[in-house]
């Protein structure tokens, strides 16, 4: 096969130093590539005025893959203060180079597996019966919709004429909220299409069937959003009875998901969500095996090809600057395996996760954070591994 061309995206602060790791594993593992490295982040909204240069997309839209480290994102009142004397006052307003990676190309299948390894000191424990204390197991894959919904940025304060007006057009809006001054109003729309729902559903019923899930779980609030999470839990029955139906389908709220998040995670296989429930529910499930140092995700565009693969965390500015990185690169390396499985490279996605796995089950080499360590740079002489450090033990695993 062709070698492959993968854009690197190493973002800011602690991106920049799991993605480099992620690569030495990748390559440990016999993955042949070629990497060009595309700005993005922090530095280039400062200089140019654009996190997400032209020329960033021109790469992704020519070799489709890209991982990805993280970004440095701040409210659009302090990113304009530090744009390049240059830039200033000329109306720039910062947007988040992740949400116009989305939207641009459409990345509107987010999936986040959430599975626990054996003998991760951070794995979540429950009291049992008696005084026994039970490690649950636990295998969940979130497919989130990740372009519409609450985060499709379709809002306003003080809402314009026509909108007001059809705001009115309402019985609850008129009953509820026309006594308030419109000034007082501010409103954001949570807008689900069914094309799109119907593709996140179908991503997670085919992940479903093809992993040997036994269920997808609709979590949303159906009973009270009756309009969007009603569409999208009708339209998974729908498709369930006529394309999965060796698959179960289950439905919950997203309040009471969060509740039995603890009660019985092992439970779950794949969850379906929209934008922001999906949100919610996979920073749940990713706090029961590990939190961020664990959490990785994929998103993609079936249609396209085009993917981009990051770790969920963001730049931890405060751990940017340390003379020896401590952060865990386990949630990079994962995501490297989630772009491995995207492109049919299953196999090198299994060796290193085996190797991740062996080396948290011999529990030698452990990050600050699976030692429950407060992350200052002298962890490393307390005998928590260094970001590198972990990256070595797993490549040694895989030779
Ligand atoms: P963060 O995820 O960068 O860090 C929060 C805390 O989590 C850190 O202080 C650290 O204690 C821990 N942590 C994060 N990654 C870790 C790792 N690999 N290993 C061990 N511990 C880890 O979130 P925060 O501090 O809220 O945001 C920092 C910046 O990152 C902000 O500018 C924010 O906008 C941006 N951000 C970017 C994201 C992205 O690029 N996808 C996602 C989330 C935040
Ligand atoms: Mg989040």
Redesign the pocket.
């Known amino acids: 096969m062709a070698k492959r061309t993968i854009v690197y995206l190493p973002?800011?602060?602690?991106?920049k130093n799991?993605l480099k790791e992620a690569i030495r594993v990748l390559n440990a593992a016999g993955f042949e590539a070629d990497y060009v490295h595309a700005d993005i982040g922090w530095e280039f909204w400062c200089q140019e005025g654009n996190p997400l240069p032209q020329r960033t997309l021109d790469l992704i839209e020519k070799h489709k893959i890209a991982l990805f480290?993280?970004?440095?994102?701040?409210p659009k009142d302090a990113a304009a203060a530090e744009l390049s004397p240059a830039l200033q006052n000329q109306g720039l307003v910062y947007s988040s180079p992740?949400v116009g990676l989305r939207q641009h190309f459409n990345l509107d299948i987010c999936m986040r597996p959430c599975r626990s390894y054996k003998g991760n000191p951070l794995n979540f424990i429950r009291r049992g019966a008696g005084s026994s204390i039970e490690e649950p197991e636990v295998d969940v894959v979130i497919f989130r919709q990740n372009t519409e919904g609450l985060y499709g940025g379709v809002e306003w304060s003080n809402p314009p004429d026509k909108v007001y007006e059809a705001l009115m057009t309402h019985p609850k809006f008129v009953k509820n909220f026309s006594q308030t001054p419109r000034e007082e109003l501010s409103v954001s729309t949570r807008i689900f299409t069914k094309k799109a729902t119907e593709r996140i559903l179908r991503a997670a019923f085919e992940h479903a069937r093809n992993y040997g899930y036994k269920s997808v779980t609709v979590c949303e609030k159906p009973n009270v959003i009756r309009e969007t999470s009603g569409m999208m839990y009708k339209m998974a029955q729908q498709i369930q009875q006529s394309d999965y139906p060796e698959i179960e389908l289950w439905n919950t709220n997203i309040d009471a998901q969060m509740m039995w998040l603890t009660k019985n995670p092992e439970d779950y296989g794949v969850i379906v969500a929209g934008n922001m429930f999906g949100d919610i529910v996979s920073d749940g499930f990713a706090g029961l095996i590990g939190?961020?140092?664990f959490a990785c995700s994929a998103q993609f565009n079936p249609d396209s090809g085009i993917g981009v693969f990051?770790?969920?965390?963001?730049?931890?500015?405060?751990?940017a600057d340390y003379p020896v990185s401590i952060?865990?690169?386990i949630?990079?390396i994962e995501s490297a395996c989630l772009m491995l499985d995207f492109i049919d490279e299953n196999t090198l996605a299994a060796r290193i996760r085996k190797a991740v796995a062996e080396v948290i089950a011999e529990g030698k080499v452990r990050?600050?954070?699976m030692l429950k360590m407060p992350?200052r740079p002298d962890v490393v002489g307390k005998g928590a591994a260094s970001t590198t450090q972990m990256a070595d033990a797993i490549i040694a695993k895989l030779k």
Not at 69 to 74: L, Q, V, Y
Not at 310 to 319: I, Q
Request: charged share 15%; aromatic share 6%.
């Open positions: 973002g800011d602060g602690i991106g799991v480290g993280a970004i440095t994102s701040k992740i939190g961020l140092g990051e770790p969920t965390h963001g730049s931890a500015p405060k751990y952060v865990n690169p949630a990079m990050t600050y954070d992350g």
